[in-house]
Every structure is written in C-alpha cells, then in structure tokens.
C-alpha cells in the first residue's frame, strides 16, 4: 500500500485558531507546520497549535519565513547569507523550546512562502536555511520542493529530507510553483485538489503533500483530499524523525 503525508502550514491566523478551523483542518491531515514569529505567530500561537496537534497524533514542524509580517512573508526579501541563517535559526530555536515545553518531539522543518520559493533553486539562500536549522538542531527532516535543487542542498547538509507537492496550487510547466500575483495560482475547488492530489501520489515522486490552512475552502479541501486518497488505498502516515541524520526520505 502506498504512504503519503498530508502537511498544512498553521499557527498563521489568529481567527483560524479562534474560531476553530484550525483544529477543523486536523482531522484530515497528518503533518502541521507551525508559524514560528516570522512571518506569523508568537509563543502563544505555537503552543495553542502544538499542543491541538498533539490531541489529534500529528506529527509537529517548524515553519519559519522571512522576518516580515506586513507581506506574510511571501515577499522576497534582499538579505545576506547571514542574516538568513540568523533568522531561521532563532525561528527554530524558538519553536523548540515551545515545544520542549509542550512535551512535544519536532519532526520537521519547511520553510515558508518567498523564502521557500527562492530556496527552490537551490544555492547560497537554500545552504543557509540548512545551516540556520543546523545550528539548532540536525535530527529533523527538511521539506521541499519536490524535484528541485533544494533537496540537494538540504541532503548535502546532511538532512532528512522529503519531497513535497501541493494539492491546492498550480504549477509551472517547469514544476515550480505559479506565482500566487497570477490568476489561477490557487485551486480551490475540492475535487479538482483531491485529483490532483491523487496523481501526485500515483507519481511516486513525494512524501508529502500540503494544503495550505489560508486557501479559501481549506476545511473542505483537505477532507476531500484525505477522502480521495483512502478511497483510492493510499494510506495517510505522518512524517518520522530521522533514525540518523544522514537517513533520506526523497
């Protein structure tokens, strides 16, 4: 039987985590990864979310972006190598104390919007999110971008790592994500997600798949997704931490 994990990035919206769609959303995914006082959340969004994430069995990430909440850090940023491994290392460290508290153990980490985007390509701003999360800690697997340079970089580092698709965006045809200032970047239309959901999983090519929390509809579309996927035999299995740190998922 084929595995997959269904990821959904958290811990952004205050009125998500308020008015219960947050905690909604857990009972179609497997995987959460938690906004971690970039480009969203605070100590008291990570440990509400962790702690939801820990009643429901999921497996619990850091989420870390560009130091830029105006934009919610789905805007690329002019930063130094340094400065990148600074902030993704404090974000990190940040969550894992939270965590720590909340008894929970981090099995990931992605990064998030522009600066997931660029790291894409692999290069110097990939290599400083492995050495940011590094510093912190190496006993976790670093998600990206399913077939691009990223994973290379992050492996090369010495990561875990897991390939990741999207059920509820469009793509390029050179399989990078459509930018999300284009109409049609995001799919909102439940089955049209969970088919392409399915199709990624028949690829054999991830290990993970995202829903992102704030996609008009998210509610609707990860249940359809994890509908889908079971229907079709495909069992839903959140990601482990790595026996070793050199182990490879992707």
């Known amino acids: 039987m084929k595995s997959i994990d269904l990821n959904c990035d958290m811990g952004e919206v205050p009125e998500a985590i308020a008015d219960g769609t947050q905690e909604a959303l857990m009972a179609s995914i497997t995987s959460v990864n938690i906004a971690c006082g970039g480009h969203a959340g605070d100590e008291s969004s990570m440990e509400t979310t962790i702690l939801q994430a820990l009643r429901h069995g999921l497996a619990v990430g850091a989420h870390p972006g560009y130091p830029d909440r105006a934009n919610f850090g789905r805007v690329e940023l002019e930063m130094t190598p340094a400065d990148i491994l600074e902030f993704v290392y404090a974000q990190v460290d940040a969550f894992s104390r939270i965590a720590a508290k909340c008894g929970a153990a981090i099995t990931h980490v992605k990064p998030h919007g522009a600066l997931y985007n660029q790291a894409v390509k692999g290069g110097w701003i990939a290599e400083a999110i492995a050495r940011g999360v590094a510093r912190c800690r190496q006993d976790v697997v670093l998600v990206g971008l399913a077939g691009s340079p990223m994973l290379q970089v992050f492996r090369s580092a010495g990561f875990a790592v897991a390939a990741e698709a999207f059920a509820d965006r469009r793509y390029e045809p ?24 399915l199709d990624m999983v028949a690829q054999g090519k991830v290990q993970t798949i995202c829903i992102h929390g704030d996609t008009p509809g998210s509610v609707r579309i990860a249940a359809s997704v994890a509908a889908k996927l079971r229907a079709a035999g495909v069992e839903l299995r959140p990601l482990l931490r790595p026996a070793s740190p050199s182990q490879t998922l992707a």
Do not use: C, F, M, V
């Open 174 to 197: 050179d399989g990078t994500l459509r930018s999300r200032k284009l109409e049609g970047a995001l799919i909102e239309d439940p089955e049209i997600a969970a088919a392409q959901a």
